[in-house]
């Protein structure tokens, strides 16, 4: 058995934690100190039959800004090799769903006697609130933000289908990216609508630009950026 604070891994592959799906990763925090019942049957968020790296780490810095983020008690989990994006999440235990965000991709499940899971950033969210959802039960995919990137109020409504594989290399090949956000991008007062494609390397923020803008790819309103529905934003773009 491997402990990290109150975070716990057997060998059944069972944890007792709050679960974040962090952008490409799946992020394990420890459990609130309230929770006063008896620990439920915790379940990894993950399908059965694939390989992840977990990590741990005390803090982040926001490469844009220096800031440092405390992440005590925290791990990450990492697909072994292949793509995160778009994987299954599923619900770590029964319960009852207290939040669905489908603009954040948050869900929050209680499972009773103060034990809680929360899931961050996916897309889409597959569950809305009140719903009772069983072990194992898909309640969302993993969102598709890319590593390195930096989102300072944005609004992200994520997808209306999952990006299959075979799409995915067929945009690709003609230069367009694929379905979310890509890596080392820096966004900033956005709003981004349904099934639209951000590139690698993209810069988006409505500083020192007027209060209304009408481009081919984008709009700005009262000092916000609007990315409108499958709209692309090609690699490399600065807006």
């Given at each position: 058995m491997l402990q990290t604070g109150k975070t716990w891994f057997n060998d059944a592959g069972r944890v007792a934690a709050w679960v974040a799906i962090v952008a490409v990763a799946l992020g394990l925090v420890g459990l609130p100190a309230h929770a006063s019942g008896a620990r439920?049957?915790?379940?990894?968020?993950?399908p059965c039959g694939s390989t992840w790296r977990l990590s741990?780490?005390?803090?982040?810095?926001d490469p844009s800004t220096g800031?440092?983020?405390?992440?005590k008690e925290a791990v990450d989990l990492?697909?072994?090799?292949?793509?995160?994006?778009g994987l299954r999440v599923l619900a770590a235990a029964g319960g009852t769903v207290t939040l669905a965000?489908?603009?954040?991709g948050a869900v929050t499940i209680d499972h009773g006697a103060g034990w809680v899971t929360k899931y961050l950033h996916m897309s889409p969210v597959a569950v809305s609130q009140g719903q009772t959802v069983v072990p194992g039960q898909r309640i969302g995919n993993v969102g598709s933000v890319g590593v390195g990137t930096v989102l300072n109020r944005v609004i992200l409504l994520g997808s209306d289908y999952y990006e299959s594989l075979e799409s995915i290399r067929a945009h690709e090949q003609i230069g367009r990216p694929r379905i979310g956000i890509?890596?080392?991008?820096r966004i900033q007062n956005t709003i981004?609508?349904?099934?639209?494609?951000i590139?690698?390397?993209?810069?988006?923020?409505?500083?020192?630009?007027?209060?209304?803008?009408?481009?081919?790819n984008y709009y700005i309103r009262d000092g916000i950026v609007i990315i409108p529905k499958n709209g692309v934003i090609p690699h490399g773009t600065v807006i």
């Open positions: 439920p049957d915790f379940l990894l968020p993950v741990t780490y005390d803090s982040w810095t800031k440092v983020y405390y992440h990492n697909l072994a090799s292949g793509e995160d994006r965000n489908a603009s954040t890509g890596t080392n991008c981004v609508d349904k099934n639209a494609r590139g690698d390397n993209v810069v988006i923020s409505p500083d020192g630009k007027p209060e209304k803008v009408d481009h081919a």
